[in-house]
């Protein structure tokens, strides 16, 4: 569970940075975790940002929408993506 909130911080920088050594370091990190658990743990690191308050309104649903895109971005699997329920709609 840390090495998945680590990795969803990493993650989270992307998308805010776009630097590429934090990138490798993401798909890295995601090929590491169980390719049954990836979606799952992607989801509830996206909700642990959103409990702690890193992330609201427009970003949080951007979030959201790169997470469940990331396995896809990483060329790794699932390569349909991850399909999340949120607030903001399904994803």
Do not use: W
């Amino acid at each position: 569970m840390a090495k998945l909130v680590l990795l969803l911080s990493a993650f989270a920088v992307l998308l805010l940075v776009a630097n590429a050594s934090i990138y490798r370091t993401t798909v890295e990190e995601l090929q590491e975790v169980d390719r049954r658990c990836r979606c799952q743990g992607l989801e509830q690191m996206v909700k642990h940002q959103q409990q702690q308050g890193q992330f609201r309104g427009e970003k949080i649903q951007e979030l959201y929408e790169t997470a469940c895109e990331l396995p896809r971005m990483c060329n790794i699997q699932p390569m349909q993506g991850c399909q999340f329920s949120s607030p903001y709609g399904s994803f």
